[in-house]
Structures are given as C-alpha cells and as structure tokens.
Nanobody, 122 residues
Framework: VQLQASGGGLVQAGGSLRLSCEAS????????LTWFRQVPGKEREFVAG????????YYADSVKGRFTMARDNAGNKVYLQMNSLNPDDAAVYYC????????????????WGQGTQVTVSS
C-alpha cells in the first residue's frame, strides 16, 4: 500500500484546510492510518490516527476540538479537516500506516507518504 498526501497550502490564522491521504492497494481497510507533522529542527509528532477497525480517531492534545480525522475505506482515503489553524500548526504533514493499533510513536510506522506542506500566516 502506497500513500500519497495532498491538500496542504497557505492559509491565514483562523482558517481551515482539509488534507487527504490516498492509498493504493486492496488492503487499505486492514491498516491503521495516522497523521504526523514535522517542522524543521523538531521531531515528527503525532497529530491524529484511526485504527483499522475504526477505533478512534485519536488526537494530540494540541489539535483536539479543531482537527477531525475521517476514514473512507471504500475510497481508500483518510482525511484531516483542520479548523482554527494557528501558526503553531504550520508543518509538513505526513500520513503513515501500520498494522495493529494506533501508535503515537514514529518508530512504529514503516510506511509513509511524501508529506504535504501547511503554512499558516499570522
């Protein structure tokens, strides 16, 4: 299963974006899908994840109440709706997959999409 993230861009503080991650392959529904983000000089951090059995979504505290993750198994996609964006949300956002439950740790994911840049102007 290959992953491709899209939907990033430039938005003003307070605005919204929706990221998409599309996966190839027939086994999409058997994977946990997770969003991470990374800014230069910092470690990649967990944002949101949804399990292969639909468990979750789970969110980082920093995005709870503002971001919503959804999964479309029929379409082989996951989405991340991001509202009330602020400059701290600016990062490259990556989707990743794994078998098993949602993990908050980068080391537990082997397969990653290429990332999509989110820029938030103040």
């Amino acid at each position: 299963v290959q992953l491709q993230a899209s939907g990033g861009g430039l938005v003003q503080a307070g605005g919204s974006l929706r990221l998409s991650c599309e996966a190839s392959g027939r086994t999409f529904s058997t994977y946990t899908l997770t969003w991470f983000r990374q800014v230069p000089g910092k470690e990649r951090e967990f944002v949101a994840g949804v399990g292969y059995r639909g468990l979750g979504p789970y969110y980082a505290d920093s995005v709870k109440g503002r971001f919503t993750m959804a999964r479309d198994n029929a379409g082989n996609k996951v989405y991340l709706q991001m509202n009330s964006l602020n400059p701290d949300d600016a990062a490259v956002y990556y989707c990743a997959k794994r078998q098993g439950s949602v993990s908050y740790f980068v080391r537990d994911y082997r397969d990653w999409g290429q990332g999509t840049q989110v820029t938030v102007s103040s």
